[in-house]
């Protein structure tokens, strides 16, 4: 599957009061991948926003993920984004289907990562590669890694955390397909902002 471009990442706290319009905004830039991201355990706004963003991708032929939840993926009919704790790949798998997206989070190990693509990844994420204020906590990755990670695996790699439309062409050069974003995108004065920015990150992957 050809999987590169932008990978926006929608953040609830950040995107609070302008969540649809920054995020169509992003997709009017282009997209290539639009994850829901929300970290609360409110099912049922996670369902109702989750279904909002589902049609809005439709309309801009944008294939959204759901983080971290399977049966929510499952549910909506779309693909899920994977970390080392939620859950393992095979099932997921099975639950979505042969041409579901399946993201998997290797943060910088190639093991994890040759393992996740075996298990039928259909992208492996590295990262974080810069400070991210977003996931703070989240293990460092060196973009040495991504040139290992291309030599050894057949799958679309994905660069994230605090990646910025300054400090991304490196991680592209070193072989990123996909640049996953949260406040590099929205952290941005206005949906204006958030569409320049959005082609800005294509412009950089553009091969
Ligand atoms: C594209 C992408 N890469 C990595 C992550 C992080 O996943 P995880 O380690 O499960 O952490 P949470 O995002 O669930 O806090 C991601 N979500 N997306
Ligand atoms: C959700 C997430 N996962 C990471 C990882 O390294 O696995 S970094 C991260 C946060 C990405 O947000 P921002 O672009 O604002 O840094
Ligand atoms: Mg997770």
Redesign the pocket.
Known sequence: MKLRGL?A?TDSQLLAGKFLTYVEAALDGGVTLL?Y?D?SSDEARRLREAEKLRDLCSRYKTQLII??DAELAARLGVGV??????GPLTPARALLGRGAII?A?CHSQIELAEQAAKEGASYI?F?RFFNSTT?PG?PAATVELLTEARARLHVPI?A?GGITLENAEPLVAHGAD?L?VVHGLFGADSAQEVTRRARAFNELLKS
Do not use: S, V
């Not at 984004?81 to 939620?86: A, P």
């Open positions: 990978y990442i994850q991201r970290k983080n971290d984004h994977l970390g080392q704790t939620d993201g989070t994420a990262g996931k989240a994905c994230i996909l996953a």
